[in-house]
């Protein structure tokens, strides 16, 4: 995978009123990488892609896309995006095609091209009917077109999988990666669909109260963990720590990560010290994250 940076937001602040919707927000993403971006209701995702997009004033901080910094040249820099938001406006009399068409005219599409993404959104058997006969699922899939055909640089989506059935999700999926893989471009795509965020992204950043709070590398990190929980925590995290090995805690509970060796290990030091094992829990990392951020 390309390290280089194409999108970094460093010390992003905005308020609203007297509250302080996101606090001094830090990310830096890599060329064709695919960012999930996950969070409870409020947490300020929907705010974070406003404020890139420009359609909220940030108090302080810097953006900047594929080396262009927002302060210093806005419409360059917006340039490297494409935004696709959770509602879209079309021409409601036209086709889908000719909707398209309308978009592949402003970035140079070719006819075969606009074919190939009506094919990968599945809406071929309706390219001629008019869009106001859409349902909202299908209208969602036309949206997803729009941002297939447009082929920025960086492409920021929010909440797409809405609407959708998943047929259409799985079609979604395959021309991210596909887009991806042959053109270099970047994704970050907010949804509350963690399954197909887990299947589709190389990461996950999980914001909470307008800052970021973790992440998992879906590269690296399979995403399980296993939970143990003893008779005794306190000791059991006192022997893990005299041992050395890895492992982080959560409230009295073991976490491990989806290593049976290390598990195996962390289990023979306990038992070994008549310690006992209540109970041993696999978990999604992912969902247990979530369901953290929920709890707080």
Do not use: W
């Not at 280089?4 to 990310?27: A, C, Q």
């Not at 809406?123 to 006969?133: I, M, P, T």
């Amino acid at each position: 995978m390309n390290t280089e940076s194409v999108l970094k937001i460093e010390n992003l602040k905005l308020t609203r009123g007297k509250k302080e919707i996101i606090h001094n927000m830090s990310l830096s993403i890599e060329k064709a990488q695919i960012i999930g971006l996950v969070g409870p209701n409020g947490a300020g995702k929907s705010t974070l892609i406003k404020t890139m997009a420009g359609l909220l004033k940030k108090d302080n901080g810097k953006m900047s896309a594929c080396g262009v910094d927002y302060d210093s040249d806005k419409i360059e820099y917006l340039k490297k995006f494409q935004f696709c938001f959770d509602k879209a406006d079309f021409y409601n009399e036209l086709s889908c095609k000719e909707n398209l068409m309308q978009v592949g005219r402003i970035f140079g599409c070719s006819t075969k091209e606009i074919g190939e993404v009506i094919e990968n959104v599945g809406l071929g058997d309706r390219v001629n009917d008019a869009v106001s006969s859409f349902s909202f699922g299908m209208r969602q899939r036309l949206n997803i077109a729009q941002i297939l055909l447009r082929r920025a640089d960086i492409n920021v989506m929010d909440e797409p999988f809405n609407g959708v059935d998943p047929e259409g999700v799985v079609q979604f999926r395959e021309s991210i990666k596909k887009i991806r893989d042959e053109l270099d471009c970047t994704f970050l795509i907010s949804s509350h669909l963690l399954s197909e965020l887990r299947t589709l992204c190389d990461k996950i950043i999980f914001i909470c109260k307008g800052d970021i709070v973790d992440s998992v590398d879906l590269e690296s990190d399979e995403g399980d963990v296993y939970i143990l929980n003893t008779d005794d925590s306190f000791r059991s995290f006192s022997l893990l720590d005299n041992a050395h090995v890895d492992y982080s805690r959560q409230k009295d509970s073991i976490l491990v990560n989806n290593d049976d060796c290390n598990l195996n290990t962390i289990l023979k030091i306990l038992i070994e010290n008549d310690v006992v094992i209540k109970n041993i829990e696999r978990c999604n990392k992912i969902e247990r994250i979530y369901m953290e951020l929920i709890g707080d």
